[in-house]
């Protein structure tokens, strides 16, 4: 088995947890794996029929960025099994893509800055402008106003998933310009936010446990990278299995909002006293995002 991804690793993001998502396979089914940063989008389809050639029997790559790769690669192999992790696109006999609706999660995590804010102001780093994140953050504001309509959003945009020192500069204006909480959606760009949010005073929501140790993070947003990886290996080394689109969501408990233990433990006690009082608040929207009776719109436009 292989997986193939686009950014690199030591994000202390979703990079990072494939990788752990790996070695479970690994154990678990005592599988021969290879793992290939693949950065240059020239290289991905090359890459990609190297490992079919060599008898590459399961082949996991990432993101959008690699949906062209594995949909001309995937019907030249038949007898390998393709899976997308952060995928759009079935349709193959040997390809099931994976989809979480992160926008959800982050509608979550703005019903907590919502009851937060203090400044009127909430902010948003995103890797790159595209249809998903922008809808990650307009979910996040949406969220806010619920607490708050008067609450206004800013987004600002790295460009990249792997740049720190862009993310604090993005991160210390944003909050020189009077926001307190950022939500972030940057793999390892985030790092710099959390950065500036300790040098500037204010507070974020990431997207891993791996940075919970920093006083800054309120909580995350987690993907359960590891998880997901190891499930649909499972799945593609089964009789059952079947290609297609598989949601991955807050539904199917593949994304949630995660309070940082830490924070509760040792935050501003005025900000954990809040905090406590509106997680019952987000248990019933995660629950109504469950049942269907809470829709909670996809807006892809800034």
């Given at each position: ?11 202390l993001?979703?990079i ?6 790996l ?10 794996t290879?793992f ?18 060599q ?16 949909v ?21 006999d040997?390809l ?36 998903p ?12 106003q619920?607490?708050?309509?008067g ?22 204006a944003?909050?020189?310009?009077g ?27 990431g ?14 947003v ?46 501003p006690a ?26 909670v ?6």
């Open positions: 088995m292989a997986l193939v991804v686009n950014q690199s690793a030591g994000d993001g979703p990072d947890d494939l990788v752990l998502g070695e479970r396979v690994e154990a678990a089914y005592g599988a021969d290879t290939i940063e693949a950065t240059d989008p020239s290289t991905f389809e090359t890459t990609l029929r190297n490992l079919a050639n008898g590459t029997d399961i082949i996991a790559v990432t993101f959008p960025p690699m949906q062209d790769a594995v001309a690669v995937a019907p030249d192999f038949p007898d390998a099994r393709f899976i997308h992790i952060f995928g759009f696109e079935g349709g193959l040997n099931v893509s994976i989809g979480f609706d992160y926008y959800k999660g982050t509608y979550l995590a703005g019903i907590l800055a919502g009851a937060l804010n203090t400044t009127g102001k909430v902010g948003f780093v995103g890797g790159v402008s595209i249809p994140l922008n809808a990650d953050y307009n979910a996040f504001v949406a969220g806010s619920g607490q708050n309509p609450i206004t959003g800013e987004a600002a945009f790295a460009d990249s998933f792997e740049d720190p020192a862009k993310g604090r500069e993005l991160g210390a944003l909050y020189d310009g926001v307190d909480i950022i939500m972030t959606d940057a793999a390892a760009t985030d790092l710099g936010v959390i950065q500036a949010a300790e040098e500037k005073g204010g507070y974020v929501i997207g891993s446990v791996n940075y919970f140790d920093s006083p800054a993070v309120i909580g995350s987690l993907l359960y990278w590891a998880e997901v990886l190891h499930t649909q290996v499972g799945h593609a080394l089964s009789d059952d299995y079947t290609p297609g689109y598989v949601g991955a969501g807050v539904a199917e408990g593949g994304v949630d909002l995660v309070v940082n233990p830490d924070f509760l433990a040792n935050g005025e900000m954990v006293e809040i905090i406590n009082a509106t997680l019952d608040e987000i248990d019933d929207a995660r629950s109504q995002i469950k049942d269907g009776s809470l829709e719109p996809f807006d892809p436009e800034l």
